[in-house]
């Protein structure tokens, strides 16, 4: 692939959706490199709880992104950016494809239509926007009045994106839309595909239960154990926010026994895959994969593939 006629591709999807595999099977069949899209993968040590690539997965295809920072230190979305555009160009100028995979939506907002941070958030504010609007679909009309190019791109459902542009008009006094046109930021700066796999809710459920299993079975209590244990790991950082730790640091305080503790990591995986899904569902670009429960990742492939390559 020459840097002229450069592209990325990104397969993203909920948890447990399958992405990771599909992406690894990508990569060998167009010649690419992984670029994780995941911001609890950043952080070294949480290997289980986190479904890092195996060491089998990374010998096969190069991966990047992955253990960046220690569990004790915070992690922006800027600092990502910033380490994934340079990923970008290096995997280019070797003549392979980037292949970012993952489920982390706000690193794919600002890789795809950069970073804007805008005025700081006044939570006073946002309460009244909140409280004057009679649901999700007022709020959506409301900004589609102040701002009708930012109302297009987001989902009605999506509220907590919705009300912070809300609250942009009202700080600034001009349209979100305005001064993302406007402000400078960095992006990717070469053409992408974006595609999301998609499964069937029970389907999804099942997965993310047989998820959960492997999780306790490889040994995600000894890694919490581990963690806690050289204080890198404590429930006030952002690394102590990640799906399942909390749950686990429940556990091993004593507070619940361990079958409650696999079945809080089971509901609390199944929440992130609803922010997840509210996420995607805002990116209009992005080419929905459907999987039925028996499909195989090949298959899946070979719909990317046509599509990629069409």
């Not at 479904?51 to 990047?64: D, M, Q």
């Not at 930012?150 to 999506?158: F, G, K, S, T």
């Not at 963690?227 to 950082?237: E, F, M, Y």
Request: charged share 25%; with cysteine.
């Amino acid at each position: 692939m020459t840097m002229n006629g450069a592209r990325v591709l990104f397969v993203v999807g909920e948890t447990a959706s399958g992405k990771h595999e599909i992406a690894l099977a990508l990569a060998a069949r167009l010649g690419g490199e992984i670029l994780s899209l995941d911001s609890m993968k950043v952080y070294r040590g949480m290997d289980v709880g986190t479904s890092k690539p195996s060491p089998a997965a990374r010998a096969a295809v190069p991966h990047h992104l992955l253990d960046l920072v220690d569990p004790s230190q915070e992690f922006s979305v800027a600092e990502y950016l910033g380490l994934a555009l340079a990923a970008v160009e290096d995997v280019l100028a070797r003549g392979q494809l980037p292949i970012f995979a993952g489920g982390t939506g706000l690193y794919l907002l600002a890789l795809t239509r950069g970073l804007f941070e805008g005025p700081a958030g006044d939570p006073s504010l946002r309460a009244r926007i909140l409280a004057e609007a009679a649901g999700p679909q007022d709020l959506h009309a409301r900004l589609a009045r102040v701002d009708p190019e930012r109302a297009n791109e987001l989902h009605p459902r999506d509220v907590k994106r919705i009300v912070r542009a809300i609250e942009i008009y009202e700080l600034s006094g001009l349209p979100m839309s305005k001064h993302l046109r406007e402000s400078p930021h960095r992006t990717l700066r070469y053409p992408c595909r974006i595609f999301g796999i998609a499964r069937d809710p029970a389907d999804l459920l099942a997965r993310i239960a047989s998820r959960t299993e492997r999780l306790f079975a490889a040994g995600f209590v000894e890694e919490v154990r581990r963690l806690h244990a050289d204080t890198r790991l404590t429930p006030g950082r952002q690394a102590g926010q990640a799906v399942g730790y909390r749950d686990v640091a429940e556990f091993l305080a004593g507070r619940c026994d361990l079958a409650n503790c696999v079945a809080e990591v089971e509901r609390s995986t199944r929440r992130l895959a609803r922010r997840q899904r509210t996420w995607f569902r805002g990116f209009r670009e992005l080419t929905s994969i459907h999987m039925a429960h028996d499909e195989s990742p090949a298959r899946a492939v070979e719909r990317i593939v046509s599509s990629w390559t069409g």
